[in-house]
């Protein structure tokens, strides 16, 4: 008995088309996604076009610190003279109550003693002017000026360039004021150069 063989197959996977025709599926009853040609996705020329947010050049973020830097220099030597006269005020009188205090104690200050009470001084207007520059970014003197004690990009003075600051200022009245002259030529003192910052209005 003969065998008959079929001259049709099955189409195999790999005999079917990779791209279909929609009309010939249409044809051959076949569901056609029509939902690429409605929504297709933007050429590749049109893509490009779209603006993107461009990062900010270094150069234009150098003229906004120079900028900040020119409003932060605009401190006036009188408002600078009538802040440390304020600063140093306070300080003398802290001087007057811890000397008054030795007297009353019944130990009334000699000239040997002079060393102990310069080093007090001392120690009271650096936590006097650090701890007010670090937490309110001015001193009671700047405050009475209207000034603000700021670095160069405008942020609030570190520790350091506090503790800079009253080093300046301890230099400008050991030198009997002389170096404040620095502000008359470019509106920077020596405490500004010192701990890199300026003085705001």
């Known amino acids: 008995m ?4 079929s001259t049709t197959r099955e189409p195999a996977l790999f005999d079917l088309p990779l791209v279909v025709d929609p009309e010939i599926a249409e044809e051959a009853g076949l569901e056609v996604d029509r939902t690429a040609e409605r929504d297709p996705r933007p050429p590749i020329a049109e893509a490009e076009q779209i603006d993107l947010p461009a990062a900010a050049p270094v150069a234009a ?11 932060l220099s605009a401190g006036l030597l009188p408002q600078r003279l009538l802040a440390g006269a304020i600063d140093s005020a306070v300080c003398g009188v ?4 811890l000397v008054a205090g030795a007297s009353m104690l019944g130990a009334p200050p000699r000239a040997v003693d002079g060393p102990a009470y310069l080093l007090a001084l001392l120690l009271f207007s ?3 002017v650090v701890f007010s520059l670090v937490f309110w970014g ?3 003197g700047m405050l009475r000026a209207g000034l603000a ?7 609030p003075l ?8 009253w080093l300046g200022g301890v230099a400008t009245v050991a030198l009997l004021g002389l170096p404040a002259l620095l502000a008359l030529h470019d509106r920077r003192s020596l ?11």
């Open 191 to 201: 405490a500004d150069y010192l701990s890199r910052s300026q003085l705001a209005i």
């Open 2 to 5: 003969r065998r008959s063989f």
């Open 138 to 140: 001015r001193t009671p």
């Open 149 to 155: 004690a700021r670095s160069r990009r405008g942020r």
């Open 94 to 97: 802290a001087l007057g109550v």
């Open 158 to 165: 570190s520790p350091s360039q506090a503790a800079l600051r």
């Open 126 to 128: 650096f936590f006097y």
């Open 61 to 71: 973020e150098e003229d906004a610190s120079e900028g900040l830097a020119e409003r």
